[in-house]
Structures are given as structure tokens and as C-alpha cells.
């Protein structure tokens, strides 16, 4: 079982910046695919980051030029420094591990973007 512990929300003002950590308990992480998404109230969850086991990245069309995922296969943890926040960005921030079959959730961290 993959345990999945995602750290770093809060409360910021627009404009700040929040950087999100994942770290997985997986011990094949850098083999995995990794993913940032987002849940706001009343919404459906959404895409935010990919990151492949290549270090391929894909970014939503809202957070181009203003997000930038990464990982640390040594710490098997998955990264997303968000800067230039806006308040629609405010949601539950969730992290994904991909297996073959099978996709691991964290719980969740929650991202405020308010003056």
C-alpha cells in the first residue's frame, strides 16, 4: 500500500506564493508517474501538473508560466511551487501516484488565495 502525504497549504495573499510537497512511501517513486490536482468547492477535481518518471511535465492551461512541478527521486517526494496566485486558484491540492492499474490519492491539502 502507497501512502501519499502532501504538506504545505495555507493561506496566502494574491500574488504570493505556496510551495506544495508529496511525499510517497513507494520505493519504485522515480519509476512512477506523479500529479498535482485540485479540487475547489462544488467542482469537479481537476488536472494542475504532471510529471512523468522522464521528467516530462504538463501543466493546465490556468497555471502555465505560473506553477512549476518537480521531484526528488531520492526523497520520493513530488514538488509544485506555485507563484502568482490568484484566488481561483484556491482549492483542496491533492497529489497522485500512478501504477500500472491503479492510482494512489493523498489526502489533500488545502490552498487559500484571499487579502
Known amino acids: 500500500q502507497v501512502q501519499l502525504v502532501e504538506s504545505g497549504g495555507g493561506l496566502v495573499q494574491p500574488g504570493g506564493s505556496l510551495r506544495l510537497s508529496c511525499a510517497a512511501s513507494?520505493?519504485?517513486?522515480?519509476?512512477?508517474?506523479m500529479g498535482w490536482y485540485r479540487q475547489a468547492p462544488g467542482n469537479q477535481r481537476e488536472l494542475v501538473a504532471t510529471?512523468?518518471?522522464?521528467?516530462?511535465?504538463n501543466y493546465a492551461e490556468s497555471v502555465k508560466g505560473r506553477f512549476t512541478i518537480s521531484r526528488d527521486n531520492g526523497k520520493k517526494t513530488v514538488y509544485l511551487q506555485m507563484n502568482s496566485l490568484k484566488p481561483e486558484d484556491a482549492a483542496v491540492y491533492y497529489c497522485?501516484?500512478?501504477?500500472?492499474?491503479?492510482?494512489?490519492w493523498g489526502q489533500g491539502t488545502q490552498v487559500t488565495v484571499s487579502s
Open positions: 513507494d520505493a519504485l517513486f522515480s519509476i512512477r508517474d
Open positions: 510529471i512523468s518518471k522522464g521528467y516530462t511535465k
Open positions: 497522485k501516484l500512478t501504477r500500472p492499474g491503479f492510482d494512489f
